[in-house]
C-alpha cells in the first residue's frame, strides 16, 4: 500500500493540487492585481464544488461501505477525508493572506474594505441609520429554543450566528440569514472609496436585532451541502428533461451539510451544538479571515475597468479558417472531423451548430432534447459572452 501511494497520487488530493495552481495565480504578483482577485474567488468556487461532489460522495461511501478501497492507492474513504482536511486548512490560510495583501493593495487603488474598528463616528452614524432603514426590516432572525426547531440552512448563503444569554443566564443560538437580493452586498459608506460587507453590518448590529439578550459572542457562517446526487440512477426517459433537471437542481441545495466556514473563534461548546444540529463531524469546520464567499470582487472590479493595468489584455476570439462561411455547420462535419480550440476560437460554430441539430430531424431524441434545451434557455447567449470575453468555457454534452 506504502508503495502505491508513493508511485501514484490520489484523485482527490491530486485535485487539490490543481486547486492550489489556481491559488498560486492569486499570489503571484506579476498577474494583474483585478485578475489575482479573480483567481482568489476560482479557489473558493473550486473548493465549494470539490466538497459538494467529491467530499459528498466519500462520505456517501461511508455509509455504504467504510472499507471500499480506491484503486490506486488503497486509501479507504475515511482515509481520503483524513487526509484531505489538513491540505484544505493549509490552502485556506494561504487564501487568507492573499487576500489580505491584495486588500492592502487596492488602497492604492481608492477602494478600501472596512470594518466597524476603522471607520469615524460620522460613518458609524450613517451606517446605524442605513442598517435600520435598508436592512434591519428585510431580515428574518431566529431564535433556537424548545418550540425553535433548528431552520434549514441554504447551501452556501451567509448566516449571523449569536449566543445569546437570558436574564436567567440561560443561553440560546440566534440565527440571522445575511443573504438578501433586495439590499447590496457591499455598501459604500463614504460616497468615494470606503465598503463594507452587509453581512458584517448586520453581525455587529446583532444586539440591536435580539433586544432583552445579552450576546456573549457572535460569528457568520456558510455551510457546504453534498451535491453527489446519480442523475442516471434517477433520470425516466418519460420526464420532462427540463422539469427532470430543474427538479435536480433543487435536490443539490437540500442535501446534508458537509463543509461548515466560520468567520469568527466560538466556544467550543458552540462549535460542538452547531456540529449537532448540522450533524456534521468537527474535522469539517473551517475558520476563515477573509470574507465567507468572494463573489462581491466582481463589484469591486467593476469599479476600476478604467485602470486598465489592474487586467489582463481583452482578447478576441478568432474565426477558425476550418468552417466556410454561410455553410450548414453539420454538413461541414460531416465531410471531416472539425477542431475548435477555445477560448482562441470562436464559439459560434458550436453554438449554429446546436441550432442547426436542434431542427434536423435525423438527430436522435435524447441529443434533441438537449440540443433543444440549450437553443430554448439563455446558455447560448451565455456561451457566447464568455468566449468573447475571452473566458474558457467547458461544454458537457
Request: glycine content about 2%.
Amino acid at each position: 500500500m506504502k508503495t502505491q501511494q508513493k508511485i501514484f497520487m490520489n484523485r482527490e488530493l491530486s485535485w487539490l493540487k490543481f486547486n492550489e495552481r489556481v491559488l498560486e495565480e492569486a499570489e503571484n504578483k506579476e498577474v494583474p492585481l483585478c485578475e489575482r482577485l479573480t483567481f482568489a474567488s476560482i479557489y473558493q468556487s473550486n473548493l465549494d464544488e470539490f466538497f459538494m461532489v467529491r467530499v459528498g460522495s466519500l462520505i456517501d461511501q461511508i455509509l455504504l461501505d467504510k472499507n471500499m478501497k480506491e484503486n490506486k492507492t488503497k486509501m479507504t474513504p475515511k482515509e481520503q477525508l483524513d487526509a484531505i482536511m489538513p491540505q484544505v486548512r493549509k490552502l485556506n490560510r494561504r487564501k487568507d493572506n492573499v487576500y489580505e495583501e491584495m486588500m492592502d493593495s487596492l488602497k492604492e487603488h481608492n477602494i478600501h474594505l472596512v470594518n466597524f474598528q476603522k471607520i469615524s463616528k460620522k460613518e458609524s452614524e450613517y451606517l446605524r441609520a442605513y442598517f435600520q432603514a435598508e436592512i434591519a426590516p428585510l431580515i428574518s432572525p431566529t431564535i433556537i429554543g424548545k418550540r425553535q426547531p433548528f431552520p434549514f440552512l441554504k447551501n452556501k448563503e451567509i448566516y449571523a450566528v449569536a449566543v445569546l444569554e437570558t436574564k436567567n443566564r440561560k443561553e440560546k443560538l440566534g440565527i440571522i440569514p445575511c443573504g438578501n437580493e433586495t439590499f447590496d452586498r457591499l455598501i459604500n459608506i463614504s460616497g468615494k472609496d470606503a465598503y463594507m460587507l452587509s453581512e458584517e453590518m448586520i453581525l455587529h448590529y446583532v444586539p440591536r436585532i435580539f433586544k432583552g439578550y445579552h450576546v456573549k459572542s457572535k460569528t457568520l457562517i456558510r455551510i457546504t451541502r453534498n451535491a453527489d446526487i446519480d442523475a442516471d440512477a434517477l433520470y425516466d426517459e418519460d420526464l420532462d428533461y427540463r422539469e427532470f433537471m430543474a427538479d435536480l437542481m433543487k435536490q443539490r441545495k437540500k442535501l446534508s451539510p458537509v463543509r461548515l466556514d466560520m468567520s469568527r473563534e466560538m466556544d467550543q461548546a458552540v462549535i460542538e451544538a452547531l456540529c449537532r444540529y448540522l450533524e456534521i463531524t468537527p474535522d469539517r469546520v473551517f475558520k476563515s479571515e477573509a470574507p465567507l464567499d468572494l463573489s462581491f470582487i466582481f463589484q469591486i472590479q467593476d469599479l476600476l475597468r478604467k485602470n486598465s493595468e489592474l487586467f489582463y489584455e481583452k482578447r478576441v476570439p478568432q474565426k477558425s479558417p476550418d468552417f466556410r462561411e454561410n455553410e450548414s455547420i453539420l454538413d461541414q462535419i460531416r465531410e471531416e472531423d472539425k477542431l475548435l480550440s477555445y477560448p482562441y476560437e470562436s464559439i459560434r460554430p458550436f453554438l449554429k451548430m446546436l441550432t442547426e441539430a436542434a431542427e434536423d430531424e435525423s438527430v436522435i431524441s435524447i441529443k434533441m432534447t438537449l440540443y433543444r434545451l440549450a437553443k430554448q434557455s439563455k446558455v447560448v447567449e451565455a456561451l457566447c459572452e464568455a468566449a468573447e470575453n475571452g473566458k474558457e468555457v467547458v461544454v458537457l454534452v
